[in-house]
């Protein structure tokens, strides 16, 4: 079955277009109860988040009533450079953690990220937009999106949007299903051919969602029957009955699978005005991009 379901994925893809980290912070909108989210989507179990971009007290969370879609509020994630600017203020990291639940078998979604923020930069300054993502269970197979900014357009000022979209899939032997953790870890960061110039880049908010899902079962979960243990695997854990624990020691479940597949980030600045917008691909293992920079 699972060969059949990854041969779906290039019509899939073409039908879409260091710090500790922080404890687990609670969300400051909870799960509509009476809409539950679908079993068979993944959902966002719980958020955190990391870096000099984000410290403590800085940041609000928000969880849509599906559990599909989080939007953090940034409050210091904000570089400068200029006369007087530390070396720490050219450049800021955020890495967002997202605790997710997945269903039982075969998942395809894509990562959608929306950012906004501001740039002013003078004459000579680049700003540039760095975004990695990962999985904890499969940290040495990433997806990394770069974008720079610069020219006459952002002089005076100028609101900027920034999309990432990647594909992923998840391969989840359990029926009753396992957790995942997905890592985006941010960077901006200002840089200049003039020691006089200045300049500031922010990113204000970020919204991570996972559109486009399609989940192929392989069995029913029945874990609500009588008795107790876990089985884990992949760095998740769910509960089964005795009888199906026995069942998967005996045949060796092999370990669940998260993969992330080369992904597009857009940036489109709210006004048109000569300015450009570079998008460099990322390193080995992801990154083709697209760019919408405006009218000159």
Not at 7 to 33: C, F, G, I, Q, Y
Not at 189 to 215: I, M, P, R, Y
Not at 256 to 277: E, H, N, Q, R
Request: with cysteine; aromatic share 8%.
């Amino acid at each position: 079955m699972l060969s059949s379901v990854l041969l779906l994925l290039p019509a899939l893809a073409l039908a879409s277009p260091v710090e500790k980290r922080a404890s687990p912070v609670e969300v400051e909108k909870r799960l509509d109860t009476t809409s539950a989210p679908s079993p068979d989507q993944i959902v966002i179990k719980s958020v955190s988040f990391s870096g000099t971009g984000c410290p403590q007290g800085t940041v609000s969370t928000t969880l849509d009533e599906t559990g599909t879609v989080v939007t953090f509020g940034f409050d210091s994630f904000v570089t400068y450079i200029g006369p007087g600017s530390a070396q720490s203020d050219k450049s800021k990291a955020c890495q967002l953690h997202l605790d997710l639940k997945y269903p039982g078998g075969f998942q395809y979604a894509v990562v959608d990220a929306v950012y906004h923020g501001y740039a002013r930069l003078d004459a000579g300054v680049t700003g540039t937009f760095l975004s990695t993502y990962y999985f904890s269970q499969n940290a040495a197979q990433t997806t990394t999106t770069r974008s720079t900014i610069s020219g006459a357009g952002w002089l005076n000022g100028n609101v900027y949007t920034k999309e990432d979209q990647v594909p992923s899939t998840a391969v989840i032997w359990s029926p009753c299903g396992a957790n995942g953790i997905l890592n985006v870890n941010n960077r901006i960061s200002l840089a200049a051919t003039n020691s006089k110039a200045s300049g500031e880049l922010s990113d204000d908010d970020a919204t991570v969602s996972f559109d486009q899902q399609l989940h192929v079962a392989w069995q029913p979960c029945t874990s609500s029957g009588t008795g107790g243990g876990t089985f884990t695997t992949g760095g998740g854990s769910t509960a089964v009955t005795p009888r199906e624990a026995e069942a998967e020691a005996e045949a060796g479940t092999p370990d669940d699978v998260f993969t992330l597949y080369p992904g597009t980030t857009t940036v489109t600045p709210a006004k048109p005005g000569g300015g450009s917008v570079v998008v460099v691909p990322g390193s080995a293992g992801g990154g083709s991009t697209l760019v919408k920079p405006g009218k000159a």
